[in-house]
């Protein structure tokens, strides 16, 4: 017998020492790419997820959704999650214990490259790099943080990747896991239908993306900007960069020196864009 999955179909089958349920609302694909979540609230997935184009991909089986819930692996008659900080202080903090068995389950149900990360303010700022990253792998499993935060052990024990949405703080990571699969599942290969518009937008090639306009030609005394009209393709595609690189200028002086870095360009030029 051998340890290398099977497939059957598009379900995947692998040998095991527990019985497995094979015939279930959502049996693993084969191919598919895969987002676990540990989380406190289950009933939160898919949310937002499960409409437009990412529900449709869902349903199509071009990726799939675990939600595990955390309390299922609680300790006591309660199901308790949390303690009490060692050291005092406010809240609670999710019990290693607790966590470290949801993990092991989740990983259980793994199969290839799925990074394990916590989705933390404390983290690694989310981009669109990191997605572009995590969509060429075979999935993901997010941990949601509630309270005060994750044991320590854990994310040293699992060497758990800390990401963040953003410079602030939310009730808990359900948002942020919603967040980061939409950024990620977008960009898998027949998601969206037309690659190409995942190649042109924003951060794709390090700028923010060109002003974009559509009909009417005329609107409340506004025109579309002549050169988009002139079917002149190579003066429309100077003009969508030059707008690129003044947006980016002004609103994201990081993004713009780190993009004249890239291309020996000097972000103090003196030059009109």
Known sequence: MTDQPKSHGRKTIRASLKPQELMTHTPELRGAWVARVITLFPELFPGVLGGSLTGKALKEGLWQLDAIDLRRFGEGKHRNVDDTPSGGGAGMVLRADVMGAAIEHAQSRTRGNAPLIYLSPRGRPFDQSMARSLSRTDGVTLICGRFEGLDQRVIDHYGITEVSLGDFVMTGGEIAAQALIDATVRLIPRVLGNQASTEEESFSHGLLEH????????????????????????????????????L??????????AWCAAHNRDPEEDQEL
């Open 211 to 246: 002003p974009q306009y559509t009909r009417p030609t005329v609107w409340n005394g506004r025109d579309i900007p002549d050169i988009l009209l002139s079917g002149h393709h190579a003066k429309i595609a100077d003009w969508q960069r030059d707008m690129a690189e003044r």
């Open 248 to 257: 980016t200028k002004e609103r994201r002086p990081d993004l713009w020196r």
